[in-house]
């Protein structure tokens, strides 16, 4: 298993920057990959970003160009830097890491793009 801890959440005006970061209780390299998903209210959790251990980044259409997953090996954390933010991204946003068939989920960090 491992548990994942996310901070960087906030308040931010539109067109205003944030960096999540999501720190994992063991090697990076032992995940097979790690993501960014998000669920506003009223509706379903959906992927923002995901990166692999081999490094292969992919990405929702709606933060493309804006936003970027990347790793730091060293400290097992995963990052979510966030730029051009809108109201839309305003939601709660939860680190996951895919192990195998398993799937574990951190608490959560709240975003929140004021217009």
């Known amino acids: 298993q491992v548990q994942l801890v996310e901070s960087g959440g906030g308040l931010v005006q539109a067109g205003g920057s944030l960096k999540l970061s999501c720190a994992a209780s063991r090697s990076v390299f032992t995940i097979n990959a790690m993501g960014w998903y998000r669920q506003a209210p009223g509706k379903q959790r959906e992927l923002v970003a995901r990166?692999?251990?081999?490094?292969?980044?992919e990405y929702a259409d709606f933060v493309k160009g804006r936003f970027t997953i990347s790793r730091d090996n060293a400290k097992n954390t995963v990052y979510l830097q966030m730029n051009s933010l809108k109201p839309e991204d305003t939601a709660v946003y939860y680190c996951n890491a895919e192990l195998g068939v398993l799937l574990a989920w951190g608490q959560g960090t709240q975003v929140t793009v004021s217009s």
């Open positions: 990166i692999t251990n081999s490094g292969r980044t």
